[in-house]
């Protein structure tokens, strides 16, 4: 048995564990003392060599003795393989393709990532082709691999891939290409007739559709990023206070700005979003004639003026260039006139490889004939108007310019600006033609852009019922 001890008596003993290291630390710090002060620092993270700790002296002794070869040699080769990591954009160059490897290429499955790389490799040359273009190469043959490339990628036939680099620089077609992958934002437009754009937010809101305005630019539109009810089937869209409709189809209505009371011919009505949108802005005054000469989609437009309870409308199933002869006298006439489609390549996939040069042809061969007409349906002598807005779903300059340069030679019109405050001017000159100084003022609008589908917009003032006898000087 151990002896008992008294607890009121106090032992005094040792220093405990705490204790022991608390003076240990303070027997340490004392070697890096002087006179209580610490030494000076030669640097932020190094002392004086003179103070240096055991380990340290041995280290700076060791890089002192000379290295064997072989440590000499793994040294540099870190140091090689550091530097073109580093430098590797500006070391490396993109090295074309024989001849031999691309034919086989044509028989063999390709990894569309490698293509992809090759892609951005061959745009970076041609952006920068002084700089860093193979030595002995021409631009054409860049050119021509970058065309095969994008072919294979992005699924387009080759004729396709060639206007759009007509079109485009290099790095932009890219992009443009990219954008037509991705579908459109699904887009509104109020029906001031029924309702305010406000109102209508805050229903769909409540219905658990989630949606901002569309822009600065437009009043009436709502873009709608998701939904958890199918807007096309909510009771707000079945009472007609609204209409699905593109981005891109409120532009041509905004330019042509119809006025109360007025006369208007929407030449090429179907579906309907475009008369609808004009009846609003006339508040169902006076009067529109909806025209399209397919009579199977103008049930589209019948259906859609009831619903949205337009009431100054009347619909009629002719052949465009045949209308002058039907009547005449417009104030304003709108003519979104049938075009190729190469604007709507994210809804109409097809389109990548089911054009050719003979169908650009057609249509712009069609297109003048309607643009033609509707000049000639317009009244020059009307007191708030004589407009006309053209305008298309292509990006095509066969179908855009080429065909306003035609309508300026062949009729007293001129154009005008079309109110729209952004979009990109149209061509003034492209590859071996030259257009009229003026259609400057037409306006270009790309998917990449600006969000919205490829559209083209221009606006005409018709200065007098005259028909030339001769092609008119147009200042060129």
Same mark, same amino acid.
């Given at each position: 048995m151990g002896r008992k001890l008294d607890p009121t008596i106090k032992v005094k003993r040792g220093p405990g564990r705490k204790a022991r290291k608390q003076k240990g630390a303070e027997t340490e710090l004392s070697k890096f003392l002087v006179d209580g002060k610490p030494f000076p620092y030669c640097d932020f993270?190094?002392?004086?060599?003179?103070?240096?700790?055991?380990i340290e002296?041995?280290?700076?002794?060791?890089?002192?003795?000379?290295?064997?070869?072989?440590?000499?040699?793994?040294? =540099?080769? =870190?140091?090689e393989e550091d530097t073109v990591q580093a430098n590797i954009d500006e070391t490396e160059k993109f090295i074309l393709p024989a001849a031999a490897d691309r034919?086989?290429?044509? $028989?063999?499955?390709?990894?569309?990532?490698?293509?992809?790389?090759?892609?951005?490799?061959?745009?970076? !040359? $041609?952006?920068?082709?002084?700089?860093?273009?193979?030595?002995?190469?021409?631009?054409?043959?860049?050119?021509?691999?970058?065309?095969?490339?994008?072919?294979?990628?992005?699924?387009?036939? =080759?004729?396709?891939?060639?206007?759009?680099?007509d079109?485009?620089?290099?790095?932009?077609?890219?992009?443009?290409?990219?954008?037509?992958e991705i579908h459109r934002p699904v887009t509104?437009?109020?029906?001031t007739l029924k309702t305010r754009r406000r109102d209508l937010a805050q229903a769909l809101i409540n219905r658990g559709v989630n949606l901002d305005p569309l822009g600065k630019w437009s009043k009436v539109g709502l873009v709608i990023y998701d939904s958890s009810v199918p807007v096309g089937a909510t009771p707000e869209y079945l009472s007609g206070q609204y209409m699905l409709q593109g981005a891109s189809s409120f532009l041509p209505v905004m330019a042509l700005s119809p006025?109360?009371?007025?006369?208007?011919?929407d030449m090429s009505s179907a579906p309907g979003g475009k008369t609808t949108y004009m009846a609003q802005l006339m508040r169902n005054t006076g009067m529109i !004639?909806?025209?399209?000469?397919?009579?199977?989609?103008l049930k589209s437009v019948v259906g859609n003026i009831h619903r949205l309870g337009v009431t100054n409308a009347v619909i009629c199933n002719y052949d465009g260039r045949q209308f002058p002869k039907v009547m005449g006298g417009f104030d304003r006439v709108l003519l979104d006139a049938p075009c190729s489609g190469t604007g709507v390549i994210s809804k109409d996939p097809g389109v990548k490889t089911g054009k050719d040069e003979a169908d650009i042809l057609r249509s712009a061969h069609l297109q003048k004939?309607?643009?033609?007409?509707?000049?000639?349906?317009?009244?020059?002598?009307?007191?708030?108007?004589?407009?006309?807005?053209?305008?298309?779903?292509?990006?095509?300059v066969e179908e855009n310019e080429w065909v306003v340069d035609y309508a300026l030679k062949k009729r007293n019109v001129k154009l005008v600006s079309t109110g729209l405050d952004f979009g990109k001017e149209g061509f003034i000159r492209f590859k071996e033609r030259r257009f009229h100084p003026s259609l400057k003022l037409s306006r270009r609008f790309y998917p990449h852009s600006h969000n919205m589908d490829g559209f083209f917009v221009a606006k005409l003032k018709k200065l007098s019922n005259a028909i030339p006898t001769t092609p008119r000087e147009t200042g060129l």
């Open positions: 993270y190094h002392y004086l060599p003179c103070q240096l700790l055991p002296r041995a280290a700076r002794k060791q890089k002192k003795q000379p290295k064997e070869k072989d440590d000499l040699k793994e040294d =540099e080769e =870190e140091e034919a086989k290429e044509g $028989l063999l499955p390709m990894d569309l990532q490698t293509i992809h790389q090759r892609i951005k490799d061959n745009v970076d !040359v $041609l952006s920068h082709f002084s700089e860093k273009r193979e030595e002995g190469k021409e631009r054409s043959e860049y050119l021509s691999l970058l065309r095969s490339d994008l072919c294979t990628y992005y699924s387009y036939n =080759e004729f396709l891939i060639s206007k759009l680099m079109l485009f620089p290099v790095s932009e077609l890219i992009d443009f290409l990219e954008a037509n509104i437009r109020t029906n006025q109360e009371g007025e006369l208007v011919l !004639v909806a025209n399209d000469a397919n009579a199977d989609r004939e309607l643009i033609l007409s509707a000049i000639d349906s317009v009244n020059a002598d009307s007191p708030t108007g004589g407009y006309l807005v053209y305008c298309t779903c292509s990006i095509m």
